[in-house]
């Protein structure tokens, strides 16, 4: 009788054993999940943020080139009254 209760008592243990590590396995799956969504939101707004540069960069250099003239035959019109560079409408 004793020692049906020590193998009840083993076989219980086993049992908790195996649910302690199918829980294990479940919380590392779901922390690896976690920081899978965390990279891809990190590496979504590092792409945002690059864009927004690119977009900066853009818009400095077109600011840029109306301040020396170097827009192009537009801004040489503009600057000159709606004439180009040989004073041809």
Known sequence: MCLLKDEEEEGEKEHTREEEEEEEEEEEEE?????????????????????????????????SDKETGQGGEEWGME???????????
């Open 31 to 63: 922390e690896e999940e976690e920081e899978e969504e965390e990279e891809e939101e990190e590496e979504e707004e590092e792409e945002e943020e690059e864009e927004e540069e690119e977009e900066e960069e853009g818009k400095m250099k077109e600011e």
């Open 79 to 89: 600057r000159n009254g709606g004439e180009d560079e040989c004073g041809v409408e």
